[in-house]
């Protein structure tokens, strides 16, 4: 993994949060608390603003300042998974130097894993892990069978839509959806989809890259 490609990969994925700003947002009206969209928005900015002082570090220095910094910027319940998320993988990037796609894969599953550790969530209760688990699992699987990368990124890509998609017809157990109760049926979770859209960006970054 490199500072360079966590940069690069920020970017994009900013630009592609803002560009499904409206479907995000009209998922998070609802069935969510309606502020999932301006705490994503917010940390892609600090992560963007902060360009100049992560380029010059290593991996695993960048994502645990990134966590660390996320911790103190984004509201609600969002910041302390997305920072224990950064900080999970800053701590197995720098066990594992993770450059080779198994390394990467079991940097990103420790991410996840932190992240369900943390909202005490699995997958099946209508959240961003009914998307996360599954490609945690795939990328892990496919990596470690030693598939050429353009499968991989491809195979990930189609486990986040699916996903995403099956949380339309789960009942919440997690969040303020979780009060709707049967009326969040047939509602796609923002955290899942938002997910997804940064699943697909990040992939199709590696995928275009040498």
């Given at each position: 993994?490199?500072?360079e490609?966590?940069?690069?990969?920020?970017?994009?994925?900013?630009?592609?949060?803002?560009?499904h700003?409206?479907e995000?947002?009209?998922?998070?009206?609802?069935?969510g608390?309606?502020?999932h969209?301006?705490?994503?928005?917010?940390g892609?900015?600090?992560?963007?603003g902060?360009?100049?002082?992560?380029?010059?570090?290593?991996?695993d220095?960048t994502?645990?300042?990134?966590g660390?910094?996320?911790?103190?910027?984004?509201?609600?319940?969002?910041?302390p998974?997305?920072?224990?998320?950064?900080?999970?993988?800053?701590?197995?990037?720098?066990?594992q130097?993770?450059?080779?796609?198994?390394?990467i894969?079991?940097?990103?599953?420790?991410?996840?894993?932190?992240i369900?550790?943390r909202g005490?969530?699995?997958?099946?209760?209508k959240t961003?892990?009914?998307?996360?688990?599954?490609?945690?699992?795939?990328?892990t699987?496919m990596a470690?069978?030693?598939?050429?990368?353009?499968?991989?990124f491809?195979?990930?890509?189609e486990?986040?839509?699916?996903?995403?998609?099956?949380?339309?017809?789960?009942?919440?157990?997690k969040g303020?959806?979780a009060?709707?109760g049967?009326?969040?049926i047939?509602?796609?979770?923002?955290?899942?989809?938002?997910?997804?859209?940064i699943?697909?960006t990040?992939?199709?970054?590696?995928s275009?890259?040498p």
């Amino acid at each position: 993994m490199k500072t360079e490609f966590i940069l690069t990969a920020a970017q994009a994925v900013n630009d592609a949060i803002l560009a499904h700003e409206p479907e995000i947002e009209s998922l998070d009206r609802e069935i969510g608390d309606g502020d999932h969209f301006v705490n994503m928005k917010r940390g892609c900015a600090t992560i963007l603003g902060m360009h100049d002082e992560l380029a010059p570090l290593s991996a695993d220095a960048t994502l645990q300042k990134i966590g660390m910094k996320l911790l103190s910027t984004i509201g609600g319940a969002s910041g302390p998974l997305i920072a224990s998320f950064f900080m999970a993988m800053a701590k197995a990037e720098k066990e594992q130097q993770a450059d080779a796609l198994p390394q990467i894969a079991a940097a990103f599953a420790a991410g996840v894993e932190a992240i369900k550790m943390r909202g005490k969530a699995d997958v099946g209760e209508k959240t961003m892990l009914d998307v996360l688990i599954p490609v945690a699992r795939k990328f892990t699987e496919m990596a470690n069978a030693g598939a050429a990368p353009a499968e991989v990124f491809a195979a990930l890509k189609e486990t986040a839509e699916q996903g995403m998609l099956s949380t339309r017809d789960m009942i919440a157990t997690k969040g303020r959806a979780a009060f709707l109760g049967e009326r969040a049926i047939g509602h796609i979770d923002p955290g899942a989809k938002t997910s997804q859209v940064i699943i697909h960006t990040i992939c199709d970054l590696a995928s275009s890259r040498p």
